[in-house]
Nanobody, 117 residues
Framework: VQLQASGGGLVQAGESLRLSCAAS????????MAWHRQAPGKQRELVAL???????NYADSVKGRFTISRDNAKRTVYLEMNSLKPEDTAVYYC????????????WGQGTQVTVSS
């Protein structure tokens, strides 16, 4: 199973970006799909998670601004980021758990998001 993330870039504060992460491989089931981020000098943190039932969980710092969603048919998880702030600057990583021949827990390659003030 592999993940391909896209959608990062350089934006100004207040603007929006949409990240996508597509899973490929012989996948029987997708369970939790999530986005994490890591800013320079900081630990990686969970930004948002969506489970197989569509329930979501967000970091307090992004509640009301970010929206996570998934398209199971496309095996893709999205992160809609609005009202971006300079403190959102980080490398964003997608993480997907599920079942192939065996259970899997894989990470995408990371996509840079930079928000200028």
């Amino acid at each position: 199973v592999q993940l391909q993330a896209s959608g990062g870039g350089l934006v100004q504060a207040g603007e929006s970006l949409r990240l996508s992460c597509a899973a490929s491989g012989s996948i029987f089931r997708l369970n939790d799909m999530a986005w994490h981020r890591q800013a320079p000098g900081k630990q990686r943190e969970l930004v948002a998670l969506i489970n197989s039932g569509g329930n979501t969980n967000y970091a307090d710092s992004v509640k009301g601004r970010f929206t996570i969603s998934r398209d199971n048919a496309k095996r893709t998880v999205y992160l809609e980021m609005n009202s971006l702030k300079p403190e959102d600057t980080a490398v964003y990583y997608c993480n997907v758990k599920g079942l192939a021949i065996v259970p899997f827990n894989v990470w995408g390659q990371g996509t840079q998001v930079t928000v200028s003030s």
